[in-house]
T-cell receptor, first 112, second 113 residues
């Protein structure tokens, strides 16, 4: 069983739409959750960082973590063509392996 | 804004040759990592380094790989005898503390021919 799973997409939306990106995870020890944006052949760029359950908002981005269902989400409001990229969720625990475990990424295309 | 820098951006090497990938982590960060991403696949953890020693490594990080922090600013990944399957993007990352955000460099694309 993969520790972090994402739908690979591609997810195609019109400009201005609200985008919902999701991950599930299996490791109950995961406490820290991140969303990264990755453009083609570039390094992951940190978008959101959350600890445990709850919501966090930063500009057009909102991250949600539901530890009871092991489900993490990223919402993008007023999506722009420049948001077209692959979105990676990642997590780590404070016990055992502390390195990030990544999902496989969801490719998002925002059509102008 | 502080950033993780990696050199070179692209390296082509012949199978069996040694390569060294270089990284300059963010100043005053204490935890350093190497990850790799084979084209079209997920980002995979290789090794973490703290207090001048390896703190974790994955199954991928076998005897062909080694890491070093030769001075106060550089962090290197050496692959002793490259194989075709080592072709990938290699990312360096650093963190101020173990529970804080990890910041990634732009990567080195390694092509083994």
């Amino acid at each position: 069983q993969k520790e972090v799973e994402q739908d690979p997409g591609p997810l195609s939306v019109p400009e201005g739409a609200i985008v919902s990106l999701n991950c599930t995870y299996s490791n109950s020890a995961f406490q820290y959750f991140m969303w990264y944006r990755q453009y083609s052949r570039k390094g992951p760029e940190l978008l959101m960082y959350t600890y445990s359950s709850g919501n966090k908002e930063d500009g057009r981005f909102t991250a949600q973590v539901d530890k009871s269902s092991k489900y993490i989400s990223l919402f993008i409001r007023d999506s722009q063509p420049s948001d077209s990229a692959t979105y990676l969720c990642a997590s780590f625990s404070d016990t055992g392996r502390r390195a990030l475990t990544f999902g496989s990424g969801t490719r998002l295309q925002v059509q102008p | 804004e502080p950033e993780v820098t990696q050199t070179p951006s692209h390296q082509v090497t012949q199978m069996g040759q040694e390569v060294i990938l270089r990284c300059v982590p963010i100043s005053n960060h204490l935890y350093f990592y190497w990850y790799r991403q084979i084209l079209g696949q997920k980002v995979e953890f290789l090794v973490s380094f703290y207090n001048n020693e390896i703190s974790e490594k994955s199954e991928i990080f076998d005897d062909q790989f080694s890491v070093e922090r030769p001075d106060g600013s550089n962090f290197t990944l050496k692959i002793r005898s490259t194989k075709l399957e080592d072709s990938a993007m290699y990312f360096c990352a650093s963190r101020a503390g173990w529970g804080t955000e990890a910041f990634f460099g732009q990567g080195t694309r390694l092509t083994v021919v």
